[in-house]
């Protein structure tokens, strides 16, 4: 079931977002996800990176969307 957002539950998200959060979010994989995370303005702590929920959504509106490129592979 889809769940409508609303002022309330919006204000129950977390402020900084991690890769588990972008998982989530846009209903991808660990690894896209972690590519996402690798092209937006995020911050490390530690070995974990974040991204305010703010500066997700500025991001996406200024560049259409996130720009994400698998890695090439390297054939034997």
Request: hydrophobic letters at 40%; glycine letters at 6%.
């Amino acid at each position: 079931m889809i769940e409508r957002h609303t002022e309330d539950n919006i204000a129950d998200r977390p402020q900084f977002l991690d890769v588990s959060d972008l998982q989530a979010l846009f209903g991808v994989g660990r690894s896209k996800a972690r590519l996402m995370m690798d092209a937006l303005p995020s911050i490390r702590v530690g070995s974990k990176d974040y991204i305010t929920v703010t500066a997700l959504s500025t991001f996406i509106v200024e560049n259409d969307g996130i720009p994400i490129k698998w890695p090439k592979r390297r054939r034997k």
